[in-house]
């Protein structure tokens, strides 16, 4: 029976004259105080709030017995403004990419729609209504704020930490917000980035209402002065988003709509250049793959995007360098200006550059590596087992253990028969050179994954459109040019010291007189500021994982 009564509220006749102002002041207070450890305790004890919501209900029940049951929302005898604000409010959550079902507003909405306009609605309805408004706007401020799923148990290589939301402070300060709209909107990300993602996903979900794009065909490449009847899906779609201005259109002014006209070419490279493709105006297998993506797996992405946007603190510092994985690209940013952008290789699929911040202190001219103990094992030993003399052709040194006081081992004095990788305790270091896998300068942020930007002698590989054949760090396509930007302000540090210190050969460590903030990213969609929708691939397949935790069956009601 208490189950019933939670789900359809009781519906009390008022006499005529109605229940006299005091007696109607004591009884809203009342039904809140029963709702809340009464109807809502037995709610949960039948399954009909998540985890979350019991917690939370815990937190209201001190909360409003604070303030003597006096509701936030309601009135004594309707529902109010407020209540109805904070009702559309809470059912615009879609707009961030956020389900408002999450947070009760179908319910909330029946509550209203039944409040009788005459009568205004029973204590126990409007009971029922503040509580689960304040449930809601809990939730709601919390997953704008701090983002709806926690990183590292969305993907165990994020380690991106949250700032806090907590239920008392929301609660203490919307008792005292004045303007609801602004009082949420205080929690999302407070950046142009977070609101450019939010107006094009918005513009994207419009395109779907209108039936989304056309597939196009396979076939041969179309390139310039092509005829070709896939020419004209193209043309319709590079004008659909925009691609394609109407006033560049040759079809507008009675050109053949099939024609590769010249006017395409740059509308089909600028929208190879927001799909990190390569630039070369003829539509291939990749550039016809990204293009056939459907417009709800686009707007999936946004909405991923919009969630690693919530984990990210607004301020990422004046001056700092921002690598986005998915894209391949660093960018050295002093706000808000981008003084420079360049390729970068990074991790492996199977070797994934983790995510996380951290603050570069110094720079390393000529390094030496220090091999790490899984690649000697793994790559190494087996080289070496081949030919002896690997080791001193390629400027390698071996000690006899990892420790400060290790030895110097000459290689052909071990019978590598008898290592295995189980039994190998020596530590091999590269000298600096040429050769060297970290080439001429190193970038370090020193932290727990020993993950660090350094140059490289395998600079062919920034000329592949995706770039992931590290080990995990991060290789610079031109660390003279990084290390003169990320030098300025640090005193007798120009490029022609930079220029001569590489040259000399000797090892150099430059301690930076401001530490500079590292973000390691991933992001699969974004806006710039000029407005193009940018897609990436999922290389590490870190959407999949993260749209498991997101989306969990609920995928078709976001899009």
Not at 70 to 78: F, G, M, N, S
Not at 262 to 282: F, I, N, S, T
Not at 353 to 363: R, W
Not at 393 to 409: E, I
């Amino acid at each position: 029976m208490r189950r019933v009564a939670w789900i359809v509220c009781a519906v009390f006749v008022v006499l005529a004259g109605g229940l006299p102002r005091p007696a109607l002041a004591e009884a809203l207070p009342l039904a809140l105080s029963q709702a809340l450890t009464g109807g809502g305790a037995d709610a949960a004890a039948d399954g009909l709030l998540t985890d979350e919501e019991i917690e939370t209900l815990t937190v209201l029940q001190r909360f409003y017995g604070a303030r003597g049951y006096r509701p936030l929302w309601v009135l004594e005898a309707a529902a109010g403004p407020r209540a109805e604000k904070l009702a559309r409010l809470l059912a615009a959550a879609d707009l961030d990419g956020l389900d408002p079902a999450d947070y009760r507003a179908p319910q909330i909405a029946g509550l209203l729609a039944a409040l009788s306009p005459e009568s205004g609605g029973t204590p126990e309805n409007l009971a029922r209504l503040e509580m689960l408004l304040s449930l809601g706007l809990v939730r709601y401020a919390g997953d704008l704020g701090q983002g709806r799923t926690t990183p590292h148990v969305a993907d165990p290589e994020l380690f991106v930490f949250r700032e806090e939301v907590t239920k008392e402070d929301v609660l203490a300060a919307a008792a005292d917000a004045t303007d609801l709209e602004g009082f949420i909107d205080g929690y999302r990300p407070q950046t142009e980035r977070y609101v450019r993602q939010k107006v094009a996903l918005a513009e994207y979900r419009a395109l779907a209402l209108q039936g989304g794009w056309a597939e196009i065909p396979e076939g041969e490449t179309l390139k310039p002065g092509m005829t070709d009847p896939r020419v004209g899906l193209l043309r319709k779609r590079l004008r659909l988003v925009g691609d394609l201005k109407p006033a560049d259109d040759a079809a507008e002014r009675g050109g053949a709509p099939d024609f590769y006209d010249p006017a395409m070419e740059p509308a089909v490279k600028w929208m190879q250049y927001r799909h990190g493709l390569a630039q070369d105006g003829a539509v291939g297998n990749k550039t016809l793959a990204a293009l056939n993506v459907p417009i709800e797996a686009r707007i999936e992405q946004m909405i991923l995007n919009l969630e690693r946007r919530r984990w990210m603190p607004d301020d990422l510092g004046q001056r700092h360098i921002f690598v986005n994985l998915a894209d391949q690209l660093l960018k050295l940013v002093d706000e808000p200006r981008t003084l420079l952008d360049m390729p970068v290789v990074v991790g492996k699929p199977y070797h994934h550059t983790p995510i996380f911040s951290h603050v570069m202190t110094y720079v390393e001219i000529n390094p030496f590596w220090n091999v790490p103990p899984s690649i000697a094992r793994d790559e190494l030993l087996p080289k070496i087992k081949h030919d002896v003399s690997y080791l001193a052709k390629n400027n390698y040194v071996l000690f006899s253990d990892w420790s400060s006081g290790a030895a110097v081992v000459d290689p052909q004095s071990i019978d590598w028969a008898q290592v295995s990788k189980a039994s190998f305790p020596y530590k091999i270091r590269q000298d600096s050179g040429d050769g060297n896998a970290l080439g001429r300068v190193k970038f370090m942020f020193p932290n727990r994954f020993n993950i660090y930007l350094h140059d490289t002698p395998a600079k062919s590989l920034f000329g592949r459109q995706e770039r992931t054949f590290s080990h995990g760090c991060v290789r610079v396509q031109d660390p003279a040019l990084l290390a003169e930007v990320v030098l300025q302000g640090t005193a007798g540090w120009d490029r022609a010291r930079i220029d001569a210190a590489i040259a000399s050969g000797e090892r150099t460590v430059i301690t930076l007189k401001q530490p500079l903030p590292v973000h390691i990213s991933y992001l699969t969609s974004w806006v710039n500021k000029d407005g193009s929708v940018h897609f990436r691939n999922d290389v590490y397949e870190r959407d999949a994982a993260l749209a498991g935790a997101l989306f969990g069956a609920r995928a078709d009601s976001l899009r």
